[in-house]
């Protein structure tokens, strides 16, 4: 067989090759294979998106010149033989095209053969994964914790209401029916707070098509009726976002919860007719939302320009009865929380004095 020959069966061996790590488009951390000499053969779409270059271009080149510190990836490639399991992790920066350097973390290992893997998790991901995690953590403790607190409530409210009702009938004075008007007051009062805490797991999730412009619109009447002076609505909409498969009056009930909370917020701001509530949506694309990666989401933002979120309840706001008004109730969030979860979501907030934004990603396909 002639030198040419050779060569060609040798490019399509590695070309057939390359197929088997095609399987690594799919994964939501950034991967590359090497050769041992530290060339790159193969990356994939999702390292490609962050590069800013295809894996064509970028074959062949020396992936450690990619890396702010590649010392480690270097003493791994030139001390192991082909085959042997050695490995590192580390914390560095990857380089981009026309984009600032990408803080990763690094795992360099070898697959079979001559080849080397290297695995890239963005650190702002994996922050965003790890603070996901505790979030969804701390929902389900909170749902235990209310659920088994209301029902702990709920049994002696009967009592104590029954029993103000039986006093009632025996007193003939005005002012002692009145001290039972006011036990029973506020054993109604009470109960119906159980029940809101009950709420989210006692009614069915009803599913349906949602147009999420329309939800945006039915919490912007809303809001405008409760408060029709001083308060500037705003819309910003992406009118390409597609339909998507939800519980439309559980995500009303999230929204508006929400903007009520920024209204309320914003009262001092609505009294000297400057508040401003925004509603902004946009598409997202290769998001990670409970570890499971989804090509498109949507993405809302309720934006106020109120005070912000109070310093010392910031890391607590979605924590049932926790409120940062006198007088709130502290479900609001909590119950906004727990229908966005219930759709596969997270809901997250920005705050600074005069901004913040609550924004709700929902997965799309």
Do not use: W
Not at 309 to 335: M, N
Request: glycine share 6%; hydrophobic share 40%; net charge neutral.
């Amino acid at each position: 067989m002639t030198p040419s020959g050779l060569a060609h069966d040798a490019l399509s061996a590695e070309r057939r090759g390359l197929d088997r790590f095609k399987v690594f488009d799919a994964l939501v951390t950034l991967v590359a294979v090497l050769r041992m000499a530290g060339t790159l053969l193969f990356v994939n779409a999702v390292l490609e998106d962050a590069l800013g270059m295809s894996r064509k271009v970028l074959s062949g080149r020396y992936f450690p010149d990619m890396l702010t510190h590649a010392e480690p990836m270097v003493e791994v490639l030139e001390r192991a033989d082909p085959g042997e399991a050695r490995g590192v992790r580390y914390d560095t920066s990857l380089l981009r095209f026309a984009r600032d350097p990408l803080p990763v973390h690094v795992s360099v290992s070898h697959s079979a053969g001559d080849r080397v893997l290297v695995e890239l998790l963005p650190l702002e991901l994996q922050n965003r994964q790890d603070r996901e995690e505790r979030l969804n953590e701390q929902a389900q403790s909170n749902k235990e914790l209310v659920r088994n607190l209301a029902h702990e409530i709920k049994n002696p409210l009967g009592g104590i209401r029954g029993a103000a009702q039986l006093l009632q009938l025996e007193f003939e004075s005005p002012a002692m029916r009145e001290y039972t008007q006011v036990i029973i007051h506020e054993a109604d009062r009470l109960q119906a707070l159980v029940d809101r805490l009950l709420a989210p797991h006692r009614r069915p999730h009803v599913v349906g098509d949602v147009n999420i412009h329309e939800i945006c619109e039915r919490v912007r009447a809303l809001v405008a009726a409760q408060f029709p002076l001083g308060l500037q609505i705003i819309q910003d909409y992406d009118a390409s976002l597609p339909e998507f498969r939800g519980d439309r009056e559980q995500l009303i009930q999230a929204v508006l919860n929400i903007a009520q909370n920024a209204c309320q917020a914003m009262q001092q701001n609505i009294e000297r007719g400057t508040a401003m509530l925004t509603f902004r949506t946009r598409i997202a694309r290769q998001v990670t939302l409970g570890k499971q990666r989804y090509r498109l989401a949507l993405e809302l933002h309720v934006i106020d320009n109120g005070p912000g979120v109070p310093q010392d309840i910031r890391d607590r706001i979605f924590y049932p009865l926790v409120s940062g008004r006198e007088g709130g109730s502290g479900l609001g969030l909590t119950l906004a929380q727990t229908f966005v979860q219930q759709h596969l979501g997270t809901i997250d907030c920005d705050s600074v004095p005069g901004r913040t934004s609550f924004k709700i990603l929902l997965p799309l396909t």
